[in-house]
């Protein structure tokens, strides 16, 4: 069984419609979560940082983690046809980019 | 454009061959990071550098791989005699030092093995 858990997808829905995409993990020692949006042919590119649990807004992205139950999940708002991408989650139990632990990523297709 | 910058962005070599891929980060970042994606999977940390000192490796990276940054600023990863499993796009990234610093990756380089 992998550390970090991601549905591949992909995942379709219709433009405006919030999406939610989730981790889970079986890591009790992570505590900084990340997710990254990755374009066709791109690098990952980082979104939502969240050190903790607990809930982190920007914009049309929500954040949330539940330690208690080891899942992380990311909600869009408002759903467009440019947030079609790879979604990838990843985490650490310190804070250092070289160990992280990602997940496979989850294809999101935004419908017009 | 201040961001990182891979080259080539693509590698077509024979198996056995031996590739280098470069990187050259963002200027103020000290910290340097290659990584190994596959399709369908996150990326796989390969090796790390802060200035021009390589501070962690994988224990995945076998002997044929080997990374330089000299005088802390480009990299250069290298792969001897390739394999078919080396097949995969080799991501670099740089982050300043710091708590809760973010890391920017470049655009990647494929390589494709045949």
């Known amino acids: 069984q992998k550390e970090v858990e991601q549905d591949p997808g992909p995942l379709s829905v219709p433009e405006g419609a919030i999406v939610s995409l989730n981790c889970t993990y079986s890591?009790?020692?992570?505590?900084?979560f990340m997710w990254y949006r990755q374009y066709s042919r791109k690098g990952p590119e980082l979104l939502m940082y969240?050190?903790s649990s607990g809930n982190k807004e920007d914009g049309r992205f929500t954040a949330q983690v539940d330690k208690s139950s080891k899942y992380i999940s990311l909600f869009i708002r408002d759903s467009q046809p440019s947030d079609s991408a790879t979604y990838l989650c990843?985490?650490?139990?310190?804070?250092?980019?070289?160990?992280?632990?990602w997940g496979a990523g989850t294809k999101l297709i935004i419908k017009p | 454009d201040t961001g990182v910058s891979q080259d080539p962005r693509h590698k077509i070599t024979k198996r056995g061959q031996n590739v280098t891929f470069r990187c050259d980060p963002i200027?103020?970042?000290?910290?340097l990071y290659w990584y190994r994606q596959t399709l369908g999977q996150g990326p796989e940390f390969l090796t790390y550098?802060?200035?021009?000192?390589?501070?962690?490796k994988s224990r995945l990276l076998s002997d044929r791989f080997s990374a330089e940054r000299p005088k802390g600023s480009f990299s250069t990863l290298e792969i001897q005699r390739t394999e078919q499993g080396d097949s995969a796009m080799y991501l670099c990234?740089?982050?300043?030092?710091?708590?809760?610093?973010?890391?920017?990756f470049g655009q990647g380089t494929r390589l494709t093995v045949v």
């Open positions: 990234a740089s982050s300043q030092r710091g708590v809760g610093t973010e890391a920017f």
């Open positions: 200027s103020e970042h000290n910290r």
């Open positions: 550098f802060q200035n021009e000192a390589q501070l962690e």
């Open positions: 890591n009790s020692a992570f505590q900084y």
């Open positions: 969240t050190y």
């Open positions: 990843a985490m650490s139990p310190m804070d250092s980019n070289y160990q992280l632990i």
